[in-house]
């Protein structure tokens, strides 16, 4: 499909509508005008920064928080962008009664005592602000952290009575929010959801005495066992209140759900940095698995609200100083697709050739280039990935990673950039500043584990615009279609928790059957009656997609019912609205019938929204197409 750039087929031309047809307001396919995905807090760009887990899990101290706080400015990260020193779990000595604040570990955290015993982190917060850092805060949406159920150790979990060991935020969201915010001074909170999780009434931990039974409401292994609803409800308030108590919108707030109850569907309506995927470890297997669990939905990620793959495990494991070409390709990787840069590792006596990995410039303009497009995938497979990421200033990025232990050869071409084939193409290695040329395609020798990262110029097939596909920071599926939430089976299932006991790793986390840029919703080429279409958005029927407008003048697509689509009883209709007005509609389109040339006249409007609407879909199996789907001057 080389150079097909956008071709317009003389099937059937779409009717320009130009009054709205006055649709119920409940119908979530009803046009808002509104971008919905959430853009409150402080992160127009992927949040930087370090936290303690994976340093030293919850055997934390001011020493050892300040101390990498110290290094990050005196080597020079501090400036590079890493700001946030976030504390995790291990903080909290206990929920005093009955006033219910929350006291602090002063025996880790001196500065915190105070003449009144109430304790404070505002002395530890301004000491960061003076350092020109921001700080950040660990807590749990139920009542007991992660740790308080899990840690083997019981190093610094919170004391006291049974209710005075219920430190989470359950029942106290606003009470800890003030204190955590308005009273203490931090910047970011990081909510865990272990306290809702395995609290079962026949738990050990409940039928011991230990914790009160709580949900449990969400079950990373089951959809079914999870009420998605009441999640979600729960993680609200927390924004409402982070919106109250920071009316200089000076926050950030983490989900930490690890994708479960459908999270990678709605955290970026409510989040600005959402994890889609249970904790990494510092194993290669655990890093593809936190990796692959965002690379597919670059779509869902936005300036305000990013995938998070979780914590940089750069400095240990399989990403220590003696694997120095695994821990670049992890940061190549997590600079790729947008996420938050949170480095786990003991600062304070790092050798240079870790600091010289976190701290490489090019890499980390990437991941904060002010256009927000996460990374959309070239080519799939499960040897060599190539990733392509379209910057502000019209550059590109590509990766280029071998997945494998075994060395490879990979072909990047001219079309997997947008480029135009015939004319050169230049390629800066980030790495090593080295700048390489090419026609068509060039071929590279991969090492073990190894990615290749540039900043590449070429001609641009699309010379006076951008495929959506080439700006999914600005493509938010407010509705993706999904009915019921289905498991990823995308995802590499490396050996978890419980070993090999069991079972094994079932695939995990709702999100399967999402929009996706430049493939079907469940990763096929995307295809109209036998034409094909190598960009475009493919996403299920019964959607609405947002789409900012940056002052572009026309929007086309080819449009129609996708060849992968198993309902043909049934027709859909695809309708584009521009600021919440009616533009155009095509006619009820089936499966196979050819694709329709469709266009929609957008000049001076804010907010587009693409809508393929059906009636009798009833669950899976019926992807649509917005194939070329571009906007152009
Ligand atoms: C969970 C989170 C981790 C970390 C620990 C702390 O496992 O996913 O990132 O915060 O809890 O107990």
């Not at 000049?603 to 669950?619: F, H, N, P």
Request: aromatic letters at 10%; charged letters at 20%; glycine letters at 10%.
């Amino acid at each position: 499909m080389r150079g097909l750039g956008r071709t317009f087929l003389p099937v059937a031309i779409a009717i320009a509508i130009a009054a709205s047809p006055g649709i119920a307001r409940a119908d979530s396919l009803a046009p808002t005008g509104q971008w919905s995905a959430y853009t409150s807090g402080n992160a127009p760009l992927p949040p930087m920064g370090w936290n303690s887990w994976n340093a030293f899990g919850s055997d934390i101290d001011e020493a050892k928080v300040m101390g990498s706080a110290e290094a990050i400015v005196r080597f020079g990260l501090a400036a590079k962008g890493y700001r946030y020193i976030d504390l995790d779990d291990g903080w909290w000595l206990k929920r005093r009664l009955p006033d219910g604040r929350i006291i602090i570990r002063t025996a880790n955290f001196p500065s915190a005592a105070t003449a009144d015993g109430s304790t404070s982190f505002r002395p530890f917060t301004d000491r960061l602000h003076a350092m020109g850092l921001k700080a950040g805060i660990y807590s749990d949406i139920g009542r007991n952290s992660c740790a308080q159920l899990y840690s083997t150790t019981g190093l610094n979990q919170p004391e006291g009575t049974l209710l005075e060991r219920e430190v989470g935020l359950f029942d106290n969201v606003d009470r800890d929010i003030q204190l955590y915010f308005a009273e203490w001074g931090f910047d970011l909170i990081k909510v865990d959801a272990c306290g809702i999780r395995g609290l079962t009434p026949d738990s050990d931990w409940v039928s011991s005495g230990k914790f009160r039974a709580l949900g449990p409401w969400v079950d990373s292994e089951s959809m079914g066992r999870t009420d998605i609803p009441k999640v979600r409800g729960l993680y609200d308030a927390v924004r409402r209140s982070l919106e109250k108590h920071n009316p200089d919108n000076d926050f950030v707030f983490s989900l930490c759900l690890w994708g479960a109850a459908n999270v990678r569907a709605w955290g970026k309506d409510m989040g600005n940095m959402s994890r889609t995927s249970d904790d990494i470890a510092p194993t290669w297997g655990r890093m593809l698995h936190s990796f692959d669990s965002s690379v597919r939905r670059p779509l869902y990620a936005h300036p305000g609200s990013w995938n998070d793959p979780d914590m940089l495990f750069i400095g240990a494991g399989d990403f220590d100083a003696n694997h120095l070409v695994e821990a670049r390709s992890h940061l190549s990787l997590w600079a790729m697709i947008n996420a938050p840069l949170m480095i786990g590792y003991d600062l304070r006596e790092a050798p240079k050739s870790l600091i010289d990995i976190f701290g490489n410039a090019a890499i980390i303009a990437l991941n904060q280039d002010p256009a927000g497009n996460q990374a959309v995938m070239a080519f799939d497979s499960n040897d060599i990935q190539i990733l392509v990421k379209t910057l502000a200033d019209g550059d590109k990025a590509v990766a280029i990673f071998n997945r494998t232990a075994a060395p490879l050869k990979a072909t990047l071409t001219a079309e997997h950039l947008k480029y135009l084939v015939d004319a050169n193409v230049s390629l800066t290695d980030l790495w090593t500043g080295e700048t390489i040329g090419f026609r068509d395609e060039r071929e590279f020798d991969l090492g073990s584990r190894e990615t290749l990262i540039f900043r590449a110029k070429g001609t641009r097939r699309l010379a006076n615009g951008l495929y959506l596909s080439e700006m999914p920071g600005n493509v938010n599926p407010a509705e993706d279609g999904v009915v019921v939430p289905e498991a990823e089976p995308m995802i590499y299932r490396p050996i978890f928790w419980a070993g090999t006991h069991g079972i094994g790793e079932p695939p995990r986390y709702g999100g399967w059957g999402g929009a996706q840029a430049d493939a079907t919703p469940y990763g096929l080429r995307l295809a109209v009656a036998g034409r094909f279409y190598e960009t475009g958005i493919g996403v299920l029927a019964n959607s609405r997609i947002e789409v900012r407008n940056a002052g572009f003048d026309r929007f086309d697509a080819m449009v129609g019912v996708d060849d992968s689509a198993r309902d043909r009883g049934h027709a859909v209709t695809f309708l584009v609205y521009g600021d919440g007005k009616l533009l155009a509609r095509s006619q009820p389109m089936r499966f196979g019938q050819a694709p329709v040339a469709f266009t929609a006249r957008v000049a001076g409007v804010k907010l587009i929204e693409i809508v393929a609407r059906s009636t009798g879909i009833r669950g899976p199996g019926f992807p649509v197409v917005w194939g070329n789907a571009a906007l152009t001057k």
